[in-house]
Each structure stands twice: as C-alpha cells, then as structure tokens.
C-alpha cells in the first residue's frame, strides 16, 4: 500500500538526526523503513505529500536532508504507458491464460490397481474427451456415468475438472 500511495526515501544528516525524527513524531508525521547508517546519518521513508515538511523539519533542527528517491504507482505506470508494446503484451498474456483454461490440457488417471491409465484414457478418447477438448462440453456426471457402464470392474469413478486439467479418478 505504501508502494501505491506513494513513498520519498531521504537520508537525514547533521549533529543530531534523531531530532528530526522526534519533530516528525510530534508532527504527527508517519516514517518507515528507518535505517540508522552511522551516528550522524539517518535513512527513513515518508508518504510523497510529506516530502515538503519533511524538508522543513529537518531543516528546522539544523539537519541536512537529501533526497534519495521515490516510488509510486502513478510513477511507474507513467513508465509503462510509454511502452505500448508492453501493454499489449499484457493484455494477450492475461486473455491467453483465461481462454487456454477452456480447453482440456492435461488429463490424469488416479488411484487404478487393476486397469491401466491407457484404457481409461482411450475410453475418454471414444466418447469425446481428449487433449484440447472444450473443457465446458465435459459434463463429469454423465461422463462417469458412461465411463462406468464401459468399464464393469470399476465400481466408483470421480470426474473432476480445473482450469485446463482433467482428473480421473
């Protein structure tokens, strides 16, 4: 959230850079990430709307204040939206992943003793569900259904179906 919000990362340095934090405190002023480098330098990061008073303060204590960076949501998008190319990307990325899950990927046979996997899946294969089948068109019960009158030494049989991947058991 701090990331999103906006942050300024300052170095505080002077005679007594624990002054500034004090005044800041007192200001009701929020700081994170403090880091203490050596008795007179001080690292700390605050919300970009206070970078001013920041400034102010430490200056106010006879303190040096040195702007190290920023970072913020809006900065980077800014950086983004000068790389269409980037955003297009994206975007097929995020289409590819939602359309790819319609479609049956991967099948897996669990929890056979007796049978082999080949049969079950050469069985799926003759009623329809293979590799790249319209994962919505599997309807589990009634391939169960057909899957156990196929098979009359099975006597309990799960279909199941996530995303790309079909499971069998």
Known sequence: MKWMKGEARYRITGA???EVLNE???ARIKFWDLEREDELNYCLSVSLKEKSNVESIALRVYCTPTFLYERSFSKKMKQVRKRPV????LILVLAA?????????????KGTQRLHEENIIRILQEQGIEFGTWASSVD???TKLKMLSALPEISWLAVNRKGG???VL
């Open 86 to 89: 980037l955003i297009i990307g």
């Open 24 to 26: 800041l405190s007192k």
């Open 140 to 142: 589990s019960q009634e």
């Open 165 to 167: 991947k079909l499971t």
């Open 16 to 18: 007594a850079p624990q």
């Open 97 to 109: 992943s939602f359309f790819l899950q319609s479609y049956v990927w991967v099948i897996e046979v």
